[in-house]
């Protein structure tokens, strides 16, 4: 009814716009031809037709309201508009079931049933009516199965489809698996223009509760992920070690909250301490798992001056682990302060310098690799390699998330002048002010992007 009272609406006023339009513009044409010049004798038809269309619109837009007022607003259809409203406000399937229970069974005396067809499960019947006797439910599952086309339909006394809305008993709206049954004894007296509403704004409800729950489950992995992220950091020193003759200072930085980045600094004797830093392949839980292996592994081993049964017994623990494609590159140092050098096996780990005074300044020596990967393929010999150490001199220890930082022509600090510079420039400074000037390069170097690795380092000032 709502649909037909419109467009008659429609055309009525359109209708009288048209007539006056003509009206008055013959009317204004005899009475001024005269004294007006033709060109705007032309135009004055089209300013008239348009000042009423305008007019009509604003009467059309004020007719339809007062229409649907009339028409969905009131009678029986009121309740189904006012179920629409409420629903629009409903956040969760509790939400639903009040709403089903105060408007469509206490005010409009509907009977629902509502059914998961996915996983075949009944999600609300209305007690003691229609819809909760079980031959009800079997005939409907039985005429309405999982791939019923989405839509609305209107149900017959015998629970089939109908064509004709006067001779239905209830209606049927099909979304993504879920059918919603609704038996009502005066449908055919529901306008028709509110079941495409009530269609639209019930797969809305879906939808919603469908990012809900998935923004809900989002959030509980992401405490989870906190938990993890923060037993990861455990692993990591809290605060460096007092060492007589060594400052010390690190940075860490997860590109997400849990890292396959790990450091540590453990001393073993008055003027001997192990230094650790490495980085695990990939991201995500299973670098996670794998750095605090390789920490834990370290931590427990007595001898921590044999630095090839160090690392073999690193090599074994991942491998152990079967984890596919899974592997860390590593280095392991021993600074001895008493004979000034550092022992170490560096498997691949490309930025391992040492900044050593020169006369014109500072120079940087590498720490070279000398063992492969580690955990993911079989260990050669492995032979340990030593640097003189002087005093003064910083070891700066980084996985490569500080050197494949990219500009915005792709070009990587590790490969500019600015870094090595920065680096021997800040040379002479405290460990934490070498860090901080290398951090501050980082993120200038970088601009406003976003990172896309993992930054950690350790410096190391010896004397």
């Not at 004055?44 to 000042?51: D, R, Y």
């Not at 934490?432 to 390069?441: G, K, M, N, R």
């Amino acid at each position: 009814m709502y649909k037909t009272r419109k467009k008659e609406a429609f055309i009525l006023v359109n209708g009288l716009v048209l007539l006056l339009s003509v009206f008055i513009s013959l009317f204004l044409l005899e009475r001024y031809a005269a004294n007006t010049s033709p060109v705007i004798l032309a135009g004055v038809p089209a300013l008239v037709f348009l000042v009423f269309l305008i007019s009509g619109s604003v009467i059309n837009s004020q007719v339809n309201k007062k229409l649907q007022k009339k028409y969905l607003e009131s009678g029986e259809t009121a309740y189904l508009d006012e179920f629409i409203d409420r629903l629009r406000f409903c956040y969760s399937y509790d939400d639903l079931y009040k709403t089903f229970a105060e408007i469509l069974e206490i005010k409009a005396d509907c009977s629902i049933l509502l059914v998961d067809r996915q996983k075949n499960y009944v999600l609300y019947n209305s007690p003691n009516r229609i819809s909760s006797y079980p031959e009800v439910r079997e005939k409907l599952s039985l005429n309405f199965e999982l791939s019923w086309k989405d839509g609305f339909y209107f149900l017959g006394e015998k629970l089939g489809l109908v064509s004709d809305c006067k001779k239905a008993r209830g209606f049927f709206i099909c979304y993504n698996g879920i059918h919603c049954f609704i038996f009502n004894r005066y449908t055919r007296l529901f306008d028709l223009n509110i079941y495409s509403k009530f269609y639209e704004e019930f797969c809305r409800f879906f939808d919603r509760t469908k990012i809900i729950a998935n923004l809900s489950e989002i959030s509980s992995l992401t405490k989870e992920w906190e938990q993890l992220a923060e037993v990861q950091v455990s692993f990591l020193p809290h605060k460096m070690p007092d060492i007589p003759h060594l400052k010390i200072a690190a940075y860490y930085r997860p590109l997400v909250n849990v890292s396959g980045d790990y450091y540590t600094v453990l001393p073993i004797d008055s003027s001997r301490t192990l230094l650790m830093l490495g980085d695990v392949s990939g991201k995500g839980l299973p670098a996670a798992l794998i750095m605090g292996l390789v920490m834990n592994t370290v931590k427990i081993i007595e001898n921590k001056n044999d630095l090839v049964g160090l690392i073999k017994a690193v090599d074994k623990a991942i491998k152990n682990m079967h984890l596919q494609d899974k592997y860390t590159v590593l280095f392991l140092g021993i600074v001895d302060t008493d004979a000034m050098k550092i022992s170490y096996i560096n498997a691949s780990m490309s930025d391992p310098i040492i900044l050593t005074r020169a006369p014109d300044g500072y120079r940087i020596k590498s720490l070279a690799s000398n063992a492969s990967l580690v955990g993911i393929i079989d260990m050669d010999d492995v032979s340990v390699s030593e640097q003189r150490l002087f005093r003064g001199d910083t070891i700066l220890l980084a996985t490569d998330g500080v050197s494949e930082v990219m500009d915005e022509d792709g070009i990587e600090l590790g490969d500019t002048d600015l870094f090595k510079n920065t680096l021997t420039e800040s040379a002479s400074k405290t460990p934490q002010q070498f860090v901080d000037a290398v951090v501050d390069l980082i993120m200038r170097y970088n601009g406003d992007k976003r990172l896309h690795d993992d930054i950690t380092m350790m410096v190391v000032k010896v004397g």
